[in-house]
């Protein structure tokens, strides 16, 4: 089975506004009926990470009603809107506040990762909590998300981030070494189908 791919959804909800009762004896009597003053219920936003809108909605609920004091019944959607990446072409170190259940009980963590979108950093903290941890994805609540400066990355992202030369002070780019490279013919009258050697991919 193909892992599900995510999306970055802003859900916005409120409590249903409460209904007037009309005195329907007044009315007919022809007397003048006040309106009462209905309050206008607050409105609440969440940005959610879903593979769908179904599935937003669905955690949209689950978690407004361990906030607040509703639940889907009583409480109604306003709009689904899924937010897209400003510049899904550069990378970025990403920073997440996570709370997971283990089978041990209840935990904090923070982890960054490095991805070109926010969408791809969390199916990689997905990815990672499954297999480090054996977490459930359902079990994992991603409190909050920022973008971190590659001066303030953790240890565990230096390697991969442009570090600063002590002796010349100058910004030196991370290089990562080629670990195996295929040979290729100058052009297509050297191809080979056979060889009487293996080829050599490392140097």
């Not at 006040?34 to 599935?55: D, G, H």
């Not at 607040?68 to 306003?78: C, P």
Request: glycine share 4%; charged share 30%.
């Amino acid at each position: 089975m193909p892992p599900s791919v995510y999306h970055h959804y802003e859900v916005i909800g409120r409590r249903k506004p409460k209904e007037t009762k009309v005195d329907i004896e007044k009315e007919l009597k022809g007397e003048e009926v006040k309106a009462a003053e209905v309050e206008e219920p607050k409105i609440y936003r969440m940005k959610i990470f879903a593979p769908n809108t179904v599935v937003a909605r669905s955690r949209f609920w689950y978690f407004l009603s361990k906030l607040k004091k509703i639940k889907r019944a009583n409480g109604e959607i306003i709009a689904v809107n899924e937010i897209f990446e400003k510049q899904p072409n550069h990378v970025k170190n990403y920073g997440m506040w996570l709370r997971y259940d283990s089978r041990s009980g209840t935990h904090n963590m923070y982890k960054e990762f490095r991805d070109t979108t926010l969408v791809g950093a969390v199916q990689k903290m997905y990815a990672e909590l499954a297999s480090r941890h054996r977490c459930r994805k359902a079990s994992v609540q991603i409190i909050k998300t920022c973008i971190v400066a590659d001066a303030d990355v953790t240890g565990r992202l230096k390697d991969f981030v442009a570090q600063k030369d002590k002796e010349t002070g100058k910004m030196v780019n991370c290089s990562f070494a080629l670990m195996h490279r295929i040979p290729r013919p100058s052009s297509k009258s050297f191809n080979k189908v056979y060889a009487a050697s293996r080829p050599v991919t490392f140097f």
